[in-house]
């Protein structure tokens, strides 16, 4: 079909959810090892990423935002045999790097980034295992000083173990990055990388309080 | 640009390459530590993939067949300061398993599976670095005994280090798997996946002696 469907994504890293659920903000209560309704979690969420420019350098930034992550309903109502789907379909992250200048990250709509909570296959004989989540992110990184907005073509896998409640609130969590995840110029995007991503580490914060829709 | 180009992928995960360029077979003579002219290099290839289908079990398979690649012209003449860009354009892997019967791997013609060869950043400072390659790809395993024909949709990342000839002929690499990659059904491909890749070790051959074309 030529005909483009609005804020269809070209890539979809995994199944699309239906994002008809609840919408839950601060407070809510989260029961651990067990598995919750379908809904979507407005979270904060903070990261520490490595960039590496060539010939530029390499720099470590700060950054603090949101994210709001559907989620399925259960695979079953069992903590150690369930699978929780999930879409990441917000994120803003703002961080500020001395030479870098500010730095905005959001996700790249041309994907749909997507995930899953599962037990890891060697904890699967366990009665009350802690559970793994793993997300494929596209993201977009605008670097307003140098001019410069930054995508990747190959998903920045974000990973989560040792999960004990869903959403895994609070958790640390690893960009499984081998060595460097090349980033392209989204002006000159069928051209050599730019620059890298070299390390990432995150942290999932707790739910957001409502603010009011302007 | 509405119109479909012939071949042309939707998914690229990094810079197309031309392709009119010498086709390498048996013999060649590969230089160490020198940046070669582009080419497109005919080479064997080995692997061993572990597949994990939940509720049925876990699958070892080793893997024999072949690989063309496609090699940019190096950006220096230099062996510690050049990149090279290179294309995966055609991949032939035969495996037998005996539970899960034959099993075809071959290239995901949907995605360009891309990839580069360059000098490690913490190498930069030697003056005869190794190298590293990484290459991420997208590719269909086919399984025709289960009647199953599965792809992934985050891309196999496949790297090889301590690179000191152009193409890294004879050395072993790597799939970088964090725990699970997912596979999902060609026929029901927006569903949740069916299988996951859960390990994979491989070795680049030598180059191939050329067959007449029928």
């Known amino acids: 079909m030529a005909t483009a469907v ?13 994002t008809n659920v609840p919408d839950l903000f601060d407070p809510q209560t989260v029961t651990p090892y067990t598995p919750p309704p379908a809904g979507i979690d407005n979270l904060g969420i903070t990261s520490v990423d490595t960039f590496k420019v060539p010939g530029v350098g390499e720099f470590t930034v700060e950054f603090n935002g949101h994210v709001r992550v559907v989620r399925s309903k259960p695979t079953t109502d069992e903590w150690a045999t369930t699978e929780v789907y999930t879409n990441l379909i ?16 959001t996700l790249n709509h041309e994907c749909l980034s997507t995930g899953m909570i599962r037990t890891p296959f060697d904890a699967e004989s366990e009665s009350q295992p802690a559970k793994a989540c793993r997300m494929a992110v596209g993201a977009v990184f605008e670097l307003p000083k140098l001019g410069l907005k930054l995508f990747n073509k190959e998903p920045v896998l974000l990973t989560i173990d040792d999960v004990r409640s869903i959403p895994p609130a609070g958790n640390p969590g690893k960009g499984q990055i081998y060595q460097m995840l090349p980033l392209y110029d989204v002006e000159n995007a069928e051209a050599e990388p730019v620059a890298f991503l070299t390390s990432l580490s995150f942290r999932m914060g707790t739910y957001l309080t409502e603010t009011p829709q302007p």
Chains 1, 2 share one sequence.
Not at 6 to 18: A, F, H, M, V
Not at 95 to 103: D, T
């Open 6 to 18: 609005k804020n269809e994504p070209r890539i979809k890293y995994g199944p699309q959810l239906d």
């Open 90 to 105: 917000e994120l803003h992250m703002h961080g500020e790097s001395p030479e870098l200048g500010p730095i905005d990250v």
